[in-house]
């Protein structure tokens, strides 16, 4: 397994507030995170960033081997940073509402477990085909699945940030968690909405069938967004798991 991101604060933003690390077990299994903040002046930067930190550290101190036990680790743990969020929001005047997104995969050598709360997604893309493993948790996706708007309508709703789910919510947030088989030769692309709400699945699709090295091409699809508008911040993680070793580091 290849993996490479990178994060760019797009053509609109003055801050970036998305935040994107990879995390290694005892057990030498990659977790894969990517948040999108929320907030004024810093505070979508400081929830971004300490909600994949903590749970970062957490992982690292874990020795799962096998994906048992780990969608309930995610839950617990995704749970308590989003206590840790509200309480600071709560009592720091400069981070009073700040949030974040969060979508995270850990990786075994046949079988990765995805965990999401909010807008930020995860797909995985098999023979030319992507295929979307999390549901937005935003008012426009609830829309669009109780058929008051089109798929067209949705993409362009003046109210696609607002979320129904976010860490740092009041309250138990509801974490929505998926078992996705791994196979060889597939991708797995972890990516804020400054990617989706720029760039089509088509031509997310036509930047990978390039062939090119995973670095050139997670920049192309930074650039690609940025070149279609650029109005959020941009921030994509992309794996490639080998033909040989599937979900296994290289």
């Known amino acids: ?28 299994h990659a977790l894969l995170l990517l948040a999108d903040g929320m ?14 930190e903590m749970l970062g550290a957490k992982w690292k101190d874990t020795n799962f081997d096998e994906p048992d036990d780990v969608e309930e680790w995610l839950v617990t743990n ?6 840790m969020i509200y309480r600071r929001g ?6 009073t509402g700040m949030g974040t997104t969060i979508v995270a995969a850990a990786v075994f050598s046949d079988v990765m477990v995805i965990a999401h709360v909010g807008d930020s997604r995860a797909y995985t893309i098999h023979d030319q085909t992507m ?22 309508e949705a993409y362009h709703h003046p109210r696609k940030n607002v979320l129904t789910r976010s860490v740092g919510m009041p309250g138990t947030v509801e974490v929505d968690v998926t078992i996705q088989a791994i196979l060889p030769g597939d991708y ?13 699945d088509q031509g997310i699709l036509e930047i990978l069938s390039w062939n090119d090295t995973l670095e050139n091409t997670v920049y192309s699809l930074v ?15 992309l794996a490639k798991f080998d033909e040989d070793k599937g979900g296994a580091l290289e």
């Open 1 to 28: 397994m290849q993996i490479k991101y990178l994060s760019d604060v797009g053509l609109k933003r003055e801050t970036n507030q998305d935040f994107a690390n990879v995390f290694f077990n005892q057990a030498s």
């Open 39 to 52: 907030g004024g002046h810093q505070a979508g930067d400081v929830a971004s960033r300490s909600t994949v």
């Open 78 to 83: 995704i749970q308590e940073i989003n206590e």
């Open 90 to 95: 709560q009592n720091d005047p400069d981070y």
């Open 131 to 152: 295929y979307q493993l999390t549901q937005d948790h935003s008012l426009v996706n609830v829309l669009l699945q109780n058929g008051e708007l089109t798929q067209e």
């Open 188 to 200: 797995l692309l972890l990516c804020s909405d400054g990617l989706t709400n720029m760039v089509t």
């Open 223 to 237: 650039q690609q967004a940025n070149e279609n508008g650029g109005k959020d911040n941009i921030t994509v993680l």
